[in-house]
């Protein structure tokens, strides 16, 4: 079932710009990731932020976590046309090993 | 590591046909395997979850029948989509699990178009 839903559902930006997404979420959760998502391909993971963190950082992703407000966030820096993609929050809130993903945001990077 | 190797990546075919997706794990051994649905511009829809050894466990309103999972080994999981009909025509992705944080490790998928 999908329980994550991702705002804004799309996203054009110029080079070097941010991008900032978010995902809100229904029930209690156990951590939440972000998935990127090419055209036609599979997804590939980007990071994973546990619900008793509140801040996760790689390279260029920042990604926020507000368990009481059930919602996350995804800042993309300065952004390159490579990061065109889809990129989708997903919920692990039970202990069986599914996940459940969001609608996704698709960003358009812009050179 | 942890790559995931799907094929094919596209596959056409007669409508009463059935069609075969491999879904390997190339580095790693799976705990679980899962397959995934995905219509244009929306999100995954899981339509099974596998488990090597036993069998696997369908999603509410998926048609067991119909897409039949075969878990043969803790690196090989595949999905038949058996009398294809052209409304199953659709992208398909399977993902895996290992040891450690529950994080799914994808294939490239298979866009599935039925005549």
């Known amino acids: 079932s999908q329980q994550g839903e991702e705002d804004p559902q799309a996203l054009s930006i110029q080079e070097g710009e941010n991008a900032t997404m978010n995902c809100s979420y229904k029930?209690?959760?156990?951590?939440l990731q972000w998935y990127r998502q090419n055209s036609g391909r599979g997804l590939v993971h980007l990071i994973l932020i546990r619900s008793n963190e509140r801040e996760k950082h790689s390279g260029r992703l920042r990604v926020t976590l507000d368990t009481s407000k059930k919602s996350s966030s995804l800042l993309i820096t300065a952004s390159r046309a490579a990061d065109t993609a889809s990129y989708f929050c997903?919920?692990?809130?039970?202990?069986?090993?599914?996940?459940?993903f969001g609608a996704g945001t698709t960003v358009t990077v812009r050179a | 590591g942890a790559v995931v190797s799907q094929h094919p990546s596209r596959v056409i075919c007669k409508s009463g046909t059935s069609v075969k997706i491999e879904c390997r794990s190339l580095d790693f051994q799976a705990t679980t395997m899962f397959w995934y649905r995905q219509f244009p511009k929306k999100s995954l829809m899981l339509m099974a979850t596998s488990n090597e050894g036993s069998k696997a466990t369908y999603e509410q309103g998926v048609e067991k029948d119909k897409f039949l999972i075969n878990h043969a080994s803790l690196t090989l999981s595949t999905l038949t989509v058996t009398s294809a009909h052209p409304e199953d025509s659709s992208f398909y992705i399977c993902?895996?699990?290992?040891?450690?944080?529950?994080?799914?490790?994808f294939g490239a998928g298979t866009r599935l178009s039925v005549l």
């Open positions: 997903a919920t692990d809130e039970r202990s069986d090993y599914k996940l459940s």
């Open positions: 993902s895996a699990t290992r040891q450690g944080p529950n994080i799914q490790y």
């Open positions: 029930t209690s959760i156990n951590n």
